[in-house]
């Protein structure tokens, strides 16, 4: 099944190099992989997605927390949690076309981001069923262009890392510029 | 006080306690080397920087300290990535310092320029790169935390030339190491503790596993006692060996793809393993689907990555060894085992006739006999055996009888031919009072011989033993087992040895009788100089039991009847 692991990593140059790398090795498959900014400049966050079984996902954990730049670590698969997609689509929609285009958007709540005189571009947020849905209706008129950002995922609630009393690993790192850890 | 890059990485190496580092100059690394001479740390002159490593290592091996490596940018640094990744896949504690062009240069293929970091990532347990002076206290510092904690590891520290030649303030204390996301010290959960114990009370006929971790944590009197109070019989790992004295009533002796038969069936015939500090590696547990069906599970291990990873287990303790044993022994009750090790003492039966001194002398020379003799004749004394990768490892594994912890060497993992000549030169160095013996193949031995001269430069007195086949041959071995014996480029034209040796200045002699190798090993242990003996052996030998890649674990090619045939028989 589909496990979704958030990994707060360590923000210096080439971490997402040893993660990617990591994961390559040990031959552990990944679905999407995103990064970004937090909260805390020193940290960055990851959420990445990997179709595994749950002794898989336990090794995948140990071996993300072997990198010594990775802080921490959670798999939210069974916790109750916001998972989100962001696409834009870019749909041919001639003159006919473009009020059922637009029409079907409005359906699924996506927003036009760019009109052309052969084309529609839409920009749709999402859980991924909802933006295949999407995609799934669209695909008639044809898609020229579609780019997908993959899963940003964050737990329901009040909950965070830094409030678990279990989680110890407090994101506090010193900014290096002469220290690049594997560029 | 402001110091140059170059000045700061010796003052931080002597810090930390090193006394010796094994490195090849080259332009990239100069500026370090030109500040060596403030330093009171002893450089060796490697004649290639594979060797640098092995040394490192075997450094690290024979001691259990930070081993260190020094080479340049480019190809001084690719060549120290198969030492790199032995470390690694054998958990060795060794920091690399490599050379790198200028920061401004980097990502312009400068000349010597190689992405050394980007290379190593994943055969390190950490690496980085250091363009400013003023980092590298804490960065060197942090290495050196990284490569000895927890599972120990590889380090590589790849510092830009203008790195080492900027100056900055240099103040020890406040460059404390930043590793937030590192967690070396993890420990089990009271319930998990509760778990084993109760495995280790029911069980029936249970197996202790002792691996390399046992010798790394330093638990090997927690291993003893438990072993003791338990009453349970231990197989080791090739890397275990010497962690449970040989000669101890429940040592069972080695196990896996070239371990005694009686082990191996004893493992699939157990209730209860409990692994110790190994890692299920594919030579020791055969095929995974038929390994050790019958028996629960217990695995202690410092690294959590390792647990269910080959072979899943019933109960997992993460943390380090001793520690956890220390935790574990109060509560361990004494179970009488005796129907088990009788059971076992049946299934040695025959094949417990190891005792190749008994074969007559027909006139050959078997590495059996060479390796025997040798161990006969250091027995007892401060000895440490490092040897290369193939037949004559598994041979050393089987009839050199380890008693204590760091007298074995070897690349396990990664299996490196050239790997024990260098490691011995790093063990010589760390344990000059030990007497250390090289035993090699022709084929390892032709890979780093050039490091000959490194142990004449250094007048170190280490005994080296060819054992000469003119074959590379477990590769012939495999050949002859599963290639329908096409022996395609296994045999060796090899140089005189002796000359050779004599070329560097190194007392040699060859030996092609079994009534000389006892007179020859005396000769070298009497002569106060390095010595190489070229024990000219039967050339299609083979290493026996054997289990077939992919093969069940009791699944073993067994010596020819009568056992050592070639020897009797001839």
């Not at chain 2, 944590?217 to 003893?224: K, Q, T």
């Not at chain 2, 037949?391 to 024990?420: N, P, V």
């Not at chain 2, 011995?424 to 035993?439: D, L, Q, S, T």
């Not at chain 2, 009534?515 to 070229?534: E, F, N, T, Y």
């Amino acid at each position: 099944m589909l496990n979704i692991f958030v990994v707060y990593v360590e923000n210096k140059p080439g971490v997402l190099t040893r993660v990617a790398s990591l994961f390559r090795r040990r031959a552990f498959n990944i679905d999407s992989l995103t990064v970004g900014r937090t909260e805390k400049p020193e940290v960055s966050r990851m959420t990445i997605t990997v179709d595994t079984n749950p002794d898989q996902a336990k090794r995948i954990e140990a071996n993300l927390y072997n990198l010594v730049n990775v802080l921490l670590v959670e798999n939210i698969t069974h916790e109750p949690a916001i998972a989100r997609d962001l696409a834009m689509i870019k749909v041919a929609a001639t003159h006919e076309a473009r009020s059922h285009v637009l029409e079907l958007a409005s359906v699924f709540r996506a927003r036009v981001v760019d009109v052309a005189p052969e084309s529609l571009t839409i920009e749709i947020t999402g859980g991924e069923d909802k933006i295949d849905g999407l995609l799934e209706v669209l695909r008639p008129y044809g898609v020229v262009e579609m780019v997908r950002t993959g899963i940003v995922a964050m737990r329901r609630g009040t909950t965070s890392p830094s409030a678990n009393p279990n989680q110890t690993k407090t994101p506090q790192v010193a900014a290096d510029e002469g220290v690049s850890y594997s560029v | 006080m402001t110091k140059t890059g170059a000045q700061i990485l010796w003052e931080c190496l002597e810090r930390e306690g090193v006394k010796h580092v094994f490195g090849y100059p080259g332009g990239a690394i100069l500026p370090a080397y030109d500040a060596l001479k403030h330093s009171d740390i002893h450089h060796i002159l490697v004649r290639h920087e594979q060797g640098a490593t092995h040394m490192a290592d075997g450094y690290a091996r024979a001691s259990g300290e930070v081993g260190v490596a020094v080479a340049t940018s480019g190809p001084g640094a690719t060549n120290m990535v198969t030492g790199i990744a032995t470390a690694m896949l054998d958990s060795s504690p060794i920091v690399c310092i490599t050379g790198q062009v200028g920061s401004k240069l980097i990502g312009s293929d400068a000349f010597q320029e190689t992405d050394i970091t980007g290379i190593t990532l994943p055969i390190t347990k950490h690496n980085y790169l250091v363009t400013h002076a003023d980092q590298l206290a804490r960065v060197l510092r942090e290495a050196f935390y990284v490569a000895r904690s927890g599972r120990p590891g590889p380090v590589l520290v790849d510092i830009t030339k203008d790195a080492q030649q900027s100056s900055c303030e240099f103040n020890w204390e406040a460059a404390r190491p930043q590793l937030p996301g590192y967690r070396p010290d993890l420990s089990p959960e009271e319930t998990e503790y509760a778990q084993a114990l109760e495995l280790i009370h029911k069980a029936k006929r249970p197996l202790i596993l002792a691996g390399h971790g046992i010798i790394v944590s330093g638990a090997m009197a927690e291993v003893l006692t438990l072993a003791e109070k338990a009453g349970i019989p231990v197989a080791l790992t090739l890397l275990g060996l010497g962690a449970f004295p040989a000669s101890h009533p429940l040592n069972l002796g080695m196990m896996g793809m070239h371990g005694e038969a009686w082990v191996n069936h004893a493992i699939q015939e157990a209730d209860l393993l409990l692994a110790l500090g190994m890692r299920f590696d594919d030579r020791v547990t055969g095929n995974l689907k038929t390994y050790a069906q019958d028996a629960k599970k217990i695995h202690i291990e410092i690294d959590p990555a390792e647990i269910n990873k080959n072979v899943k287990v019933d109960v997992a303790l993460v943390g380090d060894l001793r520690e956890v044993l220390k935790e574990l022994l109060p509560r361990v009750e004494s179970v009488d085992h005796t129907e088990w090790l009788d059971s076992i003492d049946k299934l040695k039966g025959d094949s417990a006739v190891r005792d190749v001194q008994k074969l007559p002398d027909n006139g050959h020379l078997y590495a059996a006999h060479v390796i025997n003799d040798l161990w006969r004749e250091t027995r007892g004394s401060n000895t440490v055996v490092v040897t290369d990768v193939g037949q004559h490892q598994m041979w050393e594994a089987q009839y050199f009888k380890h008693e204590k912890a760091r007298s074995l060497i070897t690349s396990g993992g990664l299996g490196t031919m050239g790997f024990a000549l260098p490691a011995a030169i790093g063990a010589k160095v760390a344990r000059p009072e030990a007497e250390v013996w090289v035993i090699v193949g022709d084929g390892g031995f032709q890979m780093t011989m050039s490091e000959l001269a490194t142990i004449v430069q250094e007048k170190l007195k280490i005994n080296i033993a060819i054992i000469n086949n003119g074959f590379l041959g477990m590769v012939r071995q495999w050949q002859e087992f599963f290639y329908e014996r096409n022996y395609e480029a296994t045999p060796l034209l090899n140089p005189n040895f002796v000359k050779l040796a004599e070329a560097y200045g190194i007392r040699s002699m060859a030996v092609t009788e079994r009534s000389q190798v006892l007179p020859s090993v005396r000769a070298a242990r009497d002569h106060d100089g390095a010595v190489l003996l070229d024990f000219k052996v039967e050339q299609e030998d083979t290493v026996y039991p054997m289990v077939a890649a992919g093969a069940s674990l009791n699944d073993m090619i067994r010596r020819p009847s009568p056992i050592v045939e070639t020897a009797a028989d001839e």
